[in-house]
């Protein structure tokens, strides 16, 4: 959590200082490439690095062989890209696009080498290390994004930013991983844990098309200035919520592998994990959705305004999105792949189907599916999934209806009484909107039926977290 502030406060930096040093056709050129380039992404890992850290049982040779034949594949995935470079560029009718992806498919082999390490360290709970790398992988990012940027290297900032951070990462990776690799050697159990890397990756391309499809279509149909700004929407969405669930997602995924045999323990372990998102994410989004005017002329400045509606629907997709996610760290830490590979179906089909009908109404209409069916899927997909899990629907409805009815009560008033004491300094907006947004959450708790236990129970957690 700590590396998460370090990383959010560089992210924001990011965003404020990268959208008034570059255009939004800079951001949506770039989100052409990556759309494309993160298909072929889907295959660097293969999974792997899950399988390490689900599987139980671990010996080097194993971990080795996979060190070596991620790096095979990170190879192999960098020469195709980037002799599909000149078809990407045709798809777009964008030729100065054919450059930008050959230098950003050096990073499929560039990250493939420290995949296992960096899995290594997780599965371990070494996280100190790992943290640090992808706290000065960010940081090499954005120096050299705003440098390059500031001297009008327009879209190339972004990409030569990408690609050191990523070389920076993997670097500290090796220094800070014991794993020194050997000449692989096939042993007992690698087979499964390749079968199980298999299916993951599987779920991850299925996963792609809905997490990409929005990028396509709009970049198709729309034009780079469009996807530029739906991209921003979409980095200042997501920004809290990974910023949130990454760090607890690390910790949870080995955690719960490791009790997996005992369900008392594992229903447990995840609703306080459930409990723990809900009372961060949700009053969070809440609170932005309803503020996203003065928050998106602070962060991105003037010329952004149309990002605000984009924004304020990926919202409401986000407010319960990071909950939501813990559906797939169940399936994976109980080693139900092919389950797994069954809900990314299903969830593909669903998004895909929405985008292509929201893409008619341009970047709002593609949001707005978007939250449409995460809503509409919620329940079906958590009573199928949850069937053969120690978990029902409910456990994940208990954690979260206290803090999501206080999280929409406190949005609905605190936006009604700012109509009346609103002034012309946005950021003093921002924080007396914030001020009086916590005490009608905190108000709107209390009041409920078991809101007083819910918050001792929260109180007790984060002491725990504290310990």
Known sequence: MSARIVTIIIQITSIIVLSRLLTPTDFGLIAMVTAI???????????????????????????NTLFWLNVAIGLGLTGLTAALSPYIADFYSRPELEPVVVLLSTTFFIASLGAQHAALMQRDLNLKPKVI???????????????????GYGFWSLAWGTVIGVLVTTLLYFKGSSFVPKRPKIVKGTRDLINFGANVTLFELLNYFHRNLDNILIGRVWGPLVLGLYTRAYQLMMLPISSLREPINAIALPVLSRLQDQPELYKSYYKNIATLLAFLSMPLMAYLVVNAENIIYIALGKGWEDVVPIFILLGISGFI????????????????SQQYILWGMVNTLAVSVGFLIGIRWGAE?????????????????????????????????RP???????SV??????????????????????????VLFLFLFLFLIVVMPTGINTLKNFKSLIGALKA
């Open 321 to 336: 999105q990071a909950v939501a996610s813990l559906r797939g760290l169940v399936l994976l830490s109980l080693g139900l």
């Open 365 to 397: 209409g593609v949001a707005l599916s978007y939250a449409i069916v995460n809503y509409a899927i919620l329940y079906p997909s958590l009573w199928y999934f949850f069937k053969r899990t120690p978990l029902e629907p409910s456990d994940f409805f």
């Open 400 to 406: 979260i209806v206290v803090p999501a009815i206080a």
């Open 409 to 434: 009560g406190a949005a609905l008033l605190s936006s009604y009484l700012m109509q009346s004491i609103i002034s012309h300094h946005l950021l003093m907006n921002l924080v007396v909107s914030g």
């Open 133 to 151: 790398a992808d706290v000065l992988g960010a940081i090499f990012t954005l120096v050299i994004s705003i440098t390059m940027a500031y001297y």
């Open 37 to 63: 380039t993160a298909f072929m992404g889907i295959f660097r890992d293969m999974g792997l690095s899950t399988a390490v850290i689900q599987k139980k049982n671990l010996v080097f040779d194993q971990i």
